[in-house]
């Protein structure tokens, strides 16, 4: 059910934000405190980001309002 709400979020929110909720709501199911996999998601993404990103030169799906 996270994973088809998280496709159908995908082209409206984007990669970044739409990742980091289900990142985050993922790692709180499996017990992690809000603090922390808040902390966790925005890292793991941070991390993404710049590999796929700025090393890779991959384009991530953007959100329609924000560009990024």
Do not use: C, D, E, N
């Amino acid at each position: 059910l996270l994973l088809t709400a998280y496709l159908l979020a995908l082209p409206w929110l984007g990669f970044l934000a739409a990742t980091f909720i289900v990142a985050t709501a993922i790692m709180v199911r499996l017990g992690t405190k809000w603090p922390t996999a808040t902390a966790l998601s925005a890292a793991m993404l941070m991390g993404v980001y710049l590999l796929f990103v700025l090393q890779f030169r991959v384009v991530l799906p953007a959100s329609p309002w924000w560009g990024f």
